[in-house]
C-alpha cells in the first residue's frame, strides 16, 4: 500500500472528530454538573482545572474541520499549529489535573504539592509586579514572604522522601517536581508523553521543524494529506488526554453518578487504546 491520498487522510481525520465530539460532549455534561460537592482543596483544584479543561476543549472544537462548531470553507481550514498548541493544552491539562488533584498520595505529599505551588504562583506574580511596577513598596514585603515560603519548603517533612532531581526542582520553586518521565511511569494515560509534546512543541511555536514544511501547500492551511494527518494524530492525541480527564474527575468524585444523565464509563476505551 502506498502513502493515503488526500480524501483517505480526511476519513480518518472525520473518524476522530467524531471520538472527540462524543469526548467534548461528556466534558461538557460533567463540566455542567460539577458544582456544590463537598471536597477538599486537591479536589477543589481538581475542579478548577478540569474547568479549564472544558474551555481549551470547546475552543479546540471550533478550529477542527467540520466540528459542529464551525463554519468552514467547503475543504476545510487545516491550522496545524493552532490545532497542535492546543493539543498540548490539554495534555500539559491532564498532567496538572493529575498532579495537583487526582493522584493517590498522602497527605504529607500532598501538603508538599500545595505549598509548591503556592511558592510557584507568588514568585511569578512578584516577578511581574517588578517589571510591571518596579518602585511598589509591596515588593519588599512580597521577597519576605517568599523567603518564608521557600524556608517551609526546604524544611518539609516529605521533601528527603524525593528523588534528588525531585528535590532540585522543588528547592529551584518549579510549578511541580514530577518531571515527564516521572508521570509516565505513574500515569498509564500518558504513555510517549515526551515524545508527542516535543513534537506538539515545535508544530505549535515557530521553529525550524514548523517553518521549514511550508511549501506550495503544506502549511497554508490547505486541504494537504501531511496536514490533515498532522491534525488528524493531534486529534487522537486530545480525544485520550480529554477523554482521561473526564474519567478522573467522575472517579474521584461518587456523587458524580447520581447527577449525569449517561455515565461518562464508555469513555474508557479511548483512554486504553
Known amino acids: 500500500?502506498?502513502?493515503p491520498n488526500v480524501d483517505q487522510a480526511e476519513a480518518a481525520y472525520r473518524e476522530e472528530l467524531i471520538k472527540y465530539e462524543e469526548v467534548l460532549d461528556a466534558t461538557m455534561d460533567l463540566s455542567?454538573?460539577?458544582?456544590?460537592?463537598q471536597t477538599d482543596g486537591r479536589g477543589l483544584r481538581a475542579m478548577r482545572i478540569?474547568?479549564?479543561?472544558?474551555l481549551v476543549a470547546i475552543s479546540l472544537s471550533r478550529l477542527l474541520p467540520f466540528s459542529r462548531r464551525t463554519n468552514d470553507p467547503e475543504g476545510g481550514f487545516w491550522d496545524i499549529c493552532s490545532v497542535a498548541s492546543l493539543t498540548r493544552n490539554?495534555?500539559?491539562?491532564y498532567v496538572a489535573l493529575f498532579y495537583s488533584g487526582t493522584e493517590v498520595i498522602s497527605e504529607e505529599e500532598a501538603e508538599l504539592r500545595f505549598f509548591l505551588g503556592q511558592y510557584h504562583r507568588n514568585r511569578e506574580w512578584q516577578h511581574v509586579r517588578k517589571r510591571q511596577t518596579p518602585g511598589d513598596p509591596e515588593i519588599a514585603r512580597v521577597e519576605e514572604g517568599l523567603a518564608s515560603e521557600m524556608k517551609r519548603l526546604k524544611e518539609h517533612s516529605f521533601l528527603p522522601q524525593l528523588s534528588s532531581a525531585q528535590q532540585n526542582k522543588v528547592l529551584r520553586g518549579d510549578e511541580m517536581y514530577l518531571t515527564k518521565a516521572d508521570v509516565e511511569e505513574r500515569s498509564p494515560v500518558v504513555g510517549n508523553y515526551r515524545l508527542y509534546y516535543q513534537l506538539l512543541s515545535n508544530l505549535a511555536h515557530p521553529l525550524p521543524l514548523s517553518i521549514e514544511r511550508i511549501d506550495n501547500d503544506r502549511g497554508r492551511g490547505n486541504r494537504a494529506v501531511a496536514d490533515i494527518a498532522y491534525i488528524s494524530l493531534c486529534l487522537s492525541l486530545a480525544v485520550r488526554f480529554l477523554a482521561a480527564s473526564v474519567l478522573s474527575i467522575y472517579d474521584h468524585f461518587p456523587a458524580l453518578e447520581s447527577r449525569l444523565a449517561e455515565p461518562p464509563v464508555k469513555l474508557r476505551r479511548f483512554v486504553a487504546e
Open 90 to 93: 490539554l495534555m500539559e491539562g
Open 50 to 54: 478540569f474547568t479549564r479543561q472544558t
Open 32 to 37: 455542567l454538573n460539577q458544582h456544590g460537592i
Open 1 to 3: 500500500m502506498g502513502e
